[in-house]
Each structure stands twice: as structure tokens, then as C-alpha cells.
T-cell receptor, first 119, second 114 residues
């Protein structure tokens, strides 16, 4: 199982450039999300999706766009990069199925992260 | 709204000493609670979770945490620290719904000295 795969692992951008961080999962998870990690601030939720065609904003959505055309993929787009978006980005997914056979209640599986630097 | 506060951004212990990482939460409804660990340059891994069964939860690598509703706390402990425990630890809370979002604390960096 590949789990959650993020690409690229590292990226350097200039202010104003655009780019897309890719996230793919092979676990048939309905729920996918993007977090950014900054020193001393923990992980903050950017956007999330509860299924194909459904997305919503998290705590820090400004400057980022997402879409969910398939269950597997959840790309994060930076339309015009700013130095304040320098961070480590994590994609995470989980099932939304509950029941006695599901021991993974609300447990997120994380990707390895993408380190973005905006100059 | 839910929130998590981790007391102490850095904790330093000697190898073999008790590890205690503190976490307090606020939530308008009974929550799920989690501890995640992040080793350098890696993603987050689940250590343990509380989902309203036993209040004392045992996780991987000898860690455990106790849910105390009266204190709104979910502190993480390990009786004897090992060098390999050096990492950053995150406490997190989510609502008990299928689409509950996970809210993380600020993180605590654990250093283990020989």
C-alpha cells in the first residue's frame, strides 16, 4: 500500500508564481485534507473534502484553491505565491465509515510532506 | 469551536526518566482525542487515540494517555524515555462525527539526553 503520496517533496517559488501540490491516496478514503505546518503553530487546516465534488474551507484558506474530481486525488493550488506561504504542507486522509468493524474513527493518515519556499 | 493547548513547547528528559507531555482541550461536545508523533523530516504517525471507551489509552512504543473529563486533559506519558523517543509530539481533538475536522495543538519537542 502506498498510502498518501505527496509531490513534490521540495519546491522553491518566486513571489507571484503559481503551482500545484499533488496528493493521491489509494485507500478509498472519502475524507481528504490539507494542513500547513509552521514552527510553534502546530498544523493548521487549509481545505478539506468529504468526497468527490465536495470541498470546504478550513482555518487558513486564503491564497489556496482545491478541487476534488476523483476520490483518489486532492490537489492544492497556490495561485500567486507569497513569502507567507513558505511552509511545510501535509495532505491527510481518512475514512468516514463508522461502525463496529471500523477501528479507525477519525484517524488521519498523513503524507510525507511538501516543503515549499517562496522567495 | 474546539481547541487544544499543549503546555511546554520543549521538554527535555534524561534517558530512562519519566516522559510527561501535557495537553488540555476545549470542545462543546464530547470529543475524540489523539496524540501524533513526528520524527525529523517525516509525516505524522498516530501514537494513540481516545474514542470514549477506556479512559486510559495505551499506544505504540510504550506511551499511554489518560482522558480526564473533569480536567479537560489528555496528558501523554511514558515511564522510561529512550533516545529514539526524541521527536515532536502533537495533541489533537475532533468531534465525534463522520466529518469531524482535526484540530492540532502547537506541538511539543521532546529531547532525550543520554
Amino acid at each position: 500500500n502506498a498510502g498518501v503520496t505527496q509531490t513534490p517533496k521540495f519546491q522553491v517559488l518566486k513571489t507571484g508564481q503559481s503551482m500545484t501540490l499533488q496528493c493521491a491516496q489509494d485507500m478509498n478514503h472519502e475524507y481528504m485534507s490539507w494542513y500547513r505546518q509552521d514552527p510553534g503553530m502546530g498544523l493548521r487546516l487549509i481545505h478539506y473534502s468529504v468526497g468527490a465534488g465536495i470541498t470546504d474551507q478550513g482555518e487558513v484558506p486564503n491564497g489556496y484553491n482545491v478541487s476534488r474530481s476523483t476520490t483518489e486525488d486532492f490537489p492544492l493550488r497556490l495561485l500567486s505565491a507569497a513569502p507567507s506561504q513558505t511552509s511545510v504542507y501535509f495532505c491527510a486522509s481518512r475514512t468516514t465509515t463508522s461502525g463496529i468493524f471500523n477501528s479507525g474513527a477519525n484517524v488521519l493518515t498523513f503524507g510525507a510532506g511538501s516543503r515549499l519556499t517562496v522567495l | 469551536a474546539q481547541s487544544v493547548t499543549q503546555l511546554g513547547s520543549h521538554v527535555s528528559v534524561s534517558e530512562g526518566a519519566l516522559v510527561l507531555l501535557r495537553c488540555n482541550y476545549s470542545s462543546s461536545v464530547p470529543p475524540y482525542l489523539f496524540w501524533y508523533v513526528q520524527y525529523p523530516n517525516q509525516g505524522l504517525q498516530l501514537l494513540l487515540k481516545y474514542t470514549s471507551a477506556a479512559t486510559l489509552v495505551k499506544g505504540i512504543n510504550g506511551f499511554e494517555a489518560e482522558f480526564k473529563k473533569s480536567e479537560t486533559s489528555f496528558h501523554l506519558t511514558k515511564p522510561s524515555a529512550h533516545m529514539s523517543d526524541a521527536a515532536e509530539y502533537f495533541c489533537a481533538v475532533s468531534e465525534k462525527t463522520s466529518y469531524g475536522k482535526l484540530t492540532f495543538g502547537q506541538g511539543t519537542i521532546l529531547t532525550v539526553h543520554p
